[in-house]
């Protein structure tokens, strides 16, 4: 709202103007302190690199890992670093952070086709049940007798990925988020899915991006492998000191 001849008409105006400029007070300020209390965690999307990234686009610092499912030192950082990376700093709208699959083997590529089949909401939940039952499902794919290794051997790449899914009980993790069987089936052929898992891994090392975790800082490879490293570049990234 913004701010003639009888006074009594300019006065009634003014107490008019007044009362809706006080009753709109409130509302804008609880609509302000509404954004700023915004749960940006709740903010997923796939990128145009074919990552995953949580948080705010405005964030002044965007991290991205290129990590691997498959991959011990990333579930490391899975339990000690992304409960309070995400608490304290994607939550807050502070810092965005993005995955993106770098594939480290034949298993990798089942599991990481399905968790990015689950789609943006649910990609994250479905990675920490993932990270959380890695060394079961991986140690199930190398207990493999030497009969099944051999009928693997002969199989094409889409059986194989199939097959390293089944054996590693991939499919009943994913129905946990809302993939059926015959939707995981469809996940784990899906060719397009497939040729851009694969991109995504290859531009990595095109990168020179050879290790998982790798974390990238505002455009920056960092050195940090681990939460206890990444936080105070995170930090510094900030303007935070301590």
């Not at 194989?160 to 991939?170: C, H, T």
Request: glycine share 8%.
């Amino acid at each position: 709202m913004r701010r003639s001849v009888i006074l009594a008409c300019s006065i009634a105006a003014g107490t008019i103007a007044a009362s809706v400029s006080t009753a709109a007070a409130p509302s804008m300020a609880a609509h302000a302190k509404a954004a700023k209390a915004r749960d940006w965690a709740q903010v997923v999307t796939m990128t145009p690199e074919g990552g995953f990234v949580m948080g705010n686009p405005a964030a002044r610092v965007k991290l991205v890992e290129y990590g691997s499912l498959a991959c011990p030192h990333c579930r490391h950082f899975e339990e000690t670093g992304y409960k309070p990376l995400v608490q304290n700093y994607v939550r807050t709208g502070q810092v965005s952070y993005e995955f993106r699959n770098l594939l480290l083997n034949g298993p990798d590529i089942s599991v990481s086709l399905l968790t990015r089949c689950a789609g943006p909401a649910k990609f994250f939940p479905m990675s920490e049940l993932v990270y959380a039952t890695q060394p079961q499902w991986e140690e199930r794919i190398v207990k493999m007798s030497d009969t099944e290794k051999a009928a693997l051997d002969k199989m094409s790449d889409e059986q194989r990925i199939v097959r390293f899914a089944e054996i590693g009980g991939m499919p009943e993790m994913a129905s946990r988020f809302g993939l059926n069987a015959a939707r995981a089936h469809q996940c784990l052929t899906d060719k397009n899915a497939l040729e851009r898992l694969l991109g995504i891994s290859k531009a990595a090392s095109d990168h020179g991006i050879d290790h998982t975790p790798t974390f990238i800082i505002n455009g920056r490879v960092s050195d940090a492998a681990t939460w206890e490293q990444l936080e105070p570049k995170l930090k510094a990234a900030l303007g935070k000191r301590g």
